[in-house]
Protein backbone atom coordinates (compact mmCIF):
# COMPACT_ATOMS: atom_id res chain seq x y z
CA UNK A 1 0.00 0.00 0.00
CA UNK A 2 1.08 3.60 -1.52
CA UNK A 3 0.71 6.77 0.77
CA UNK A 4 -1.87 9.20 -1.47
CA UNK A 5 -0.38 10.71 -4.61
CA UNK A 6 2.41 8.68 -4.66
CA UNK A 7 2.50 6.11 -7.74
CA UNK A 8 4.95 3.79 -9.58
CA UNK A 9 5.89 3.88 -13.20
CA UNK A 10 7.26 0.96 -14.73
CA UNK A 11 11.06 1.55 -16.04
CA UNK A 12 13.78 -0.25 -17.16
CA UNK A 13 16.50 -1.92 -14.78
CA UNK A 14 19.70 -3.66 -15.39
CA UNK A 15 21.03 -5.68 -12.98
CA UNK A 16 23.26 -8.97 -12.88
CA UNK A 17 21.60 -12.54 -11.98
CA UNK A 18 22.41 -16.37 -12.42
CA UNK A 19 20.12 -17.66 -15.03
CA UNK A 20 18.81 -20.17 -12.46
CA UNK A 21 17.34 -17.74 -10.61
CA UNK A 22 15.33 -16.39 -13.32
CA UNK A 23 11.89 -17.74 -14.14
CA UNK A 24 9.64 -16.49 -16.67
CA UNK A 25 6.41 -14.67 -15.93
CA UNK A 26 3.00 -16.02 -17.49
CA UNK A 27 2.01 -14.48 -20.98
CA UNK A 28 4.72 -12.05 -21.06
CA UNK A 29 6.54 -11.75 -24.47
CA UNK A 30 9.88 -11.87 -24.36
CA UNK A 31 10.80 -12.03 -27.76
CA UNK A 32 12.32 -9.01 -27.79
CA UNK A 33 15.10 -9.76 -25.11
CA UNK A 34 18.78 -10.70 -25.74
CA UNK A 35 19.85 -13.61 -25.29
CA UNK A 36 23.13 -13.44 -26.25
CA UNK A 37 25.62 -11.37 -24.23
CA UNK A 38 27.06 -8.59 -26.89
CA UNK A 39 30.90 -8.94 -27.70
CA UNK A 40 32.97 -6.18 -25.85
CA UNK A 41 34.53 -3.82 -27.98
CA UNK A 42 37.22 -6.01 -29.81
CA UNK A 43 40.82 -5.09 -29.29
CA UNK A 44 42.60 -3.73 -32.20
CA UNK A 45 44.26 -5.96 -35.05
CA UNK A 46 48.24 -6.90 -33.61
CA UNK A 47 49.17 -6.13 -36.96
CA UNK A 48 50.98 -2.83 -37.28
CA UNK A 49 48.28 -0.24 -39.04
CA UNK A 50 49.69 1.55 -42.27
CA UNK A 51 50.93 4.84 -41.73
CA UNK A 52 48.25 7.39 -42.30
CA UNK A 53 48.79 9.63 -45.31
CA UNK A 54 49.42 13.46 -45.15
CA UNK A 55 52.76 15.23 -44.09
CA UNK A 56 54.67 15.47 -40.80
CA UNK A 57 56.40 17.96 -38.88
CA UNK A 58 59.49 17.61 -36.90
CA UNK A 59 58.59 19.53 -33.07
CA UNK A 60 61.99 20.33 -31.73
CA UNK A 61 62.08 20.76 -27.82
CA UNK A 62 65.17 21.72 -25.44
CA UNK A 63 67.72 19.52 -24.73
CA UNK A 64 68.44 18.70 -21.46
CA UNK A 65 72.25 20.11 -20.64
CA UNK A 66 74.36 18.08 -21.97
CA UNK A 67 72.17 15.56 -23.64
CA UNK A 68 70.37 15.18 -27.34
CA UNK A 69 67.50 17.22 -27.95
CA UNK A 70 64.45 15.74 -28.56
CA UNK A 71 62.72 15.90 -31.79
CA UNK A 72 59.12 14.48 -31.92
CA UNK A 73 57.42 13.75 -35.23
CA UNK A 74 53.90 14.97 -35.45
CA UNK A 75 51.24 14.06 -38.39
CA UNK A 76 49.77 17.54 -40.10
CA UNK A 77 46.45 16.61 -38.03
CA UNK A 78 47.75 16.67 -34.53
CA UNK A 79 46.14 19.24 -32.39
CA UNK A 80 50.03 20.37 -31.10
CA UNK A 81 50.81 23.34 -33.23
CA UNK A 82 54.21 22.59 -34.92
CA UNK A 83 54.77 24.74 -37.85
CA UNK A 84 54.55 24.15 -41.27
CA UNK A 85 54.28 20.23 -41.77
CA UNK A 86 56.57 19.37 -44.79
CA UNK A 87 57.86 16.22 -44.41
CA UNK A 88 57.60 13.05 -46.40
CA UNK A 89 56.53 9.43 -44.29
CA UNK A 90 59.88 8.61 -45.24
CA UNK A 91 61.45 12.01 -44.19
CA UNK A 92 59.58 11.91 -40.92
CA UNK A 93 60.48 7.97 -40.61
CA UNK A 94 64.10 9.16 -41.19
CA UNK A 95 63.53 11.56 -37.89
CA UNK A 96 62.17 9.37 -36.28
CA UNK A 97 65.05 7.30 -36.96
CA UNK A 98 67.50 9.77 -35.45
CA UNK A 99 69.11 9.71 -31.63
CA UNK A 100 66.28 12.15 -29.94
CA UNK A 101 63.57 11.25 -32.05
CA UNK A 102 60.06 10.05 -30.81
CA UNK A 103 56.45 9.90 -32.35
CA UNK A 104 53.84 12.31 -30.82
CA UNK A 105 51.47 9.97 -28.67
CA UNK A 106 48.53 12.29 -28.99
CA UNK A 107 48.09 11.87 -32.83
CA UNK A 108 48.42 10.05 -36.15
CA UNK A 109 52.35 9.40 -35.62
CA UNK A 110 52.05 7.01 -32.80
CA UNK A 111 51.13 4.34 -35.41
CA UNK A 112 54.18 5.02 -37.11
CA UNK A 113 56.61 2.10 -37.29
CA UNK A 114 60.25 2.45 -35.18
CA UNK A 115 62.89 1.29 -37.00
ZN1 LIG B 1 51.28 15.11 -32.64
Redesign the pocket.
Known sequence: MLPDRITVEPDEVIFRVPARLVTPIEDIDYSGVPTRRERPPGRPPRSVPAAPAGWWSV?HLPAPVGGPGRR????E????P?GGAGLTLDQALGELARPGGE????????HLPRS
Not at 77 to 80: F, H, K
Not at 103 to 110: H, N
Open positions: QVIHHSCWITACTACEAR
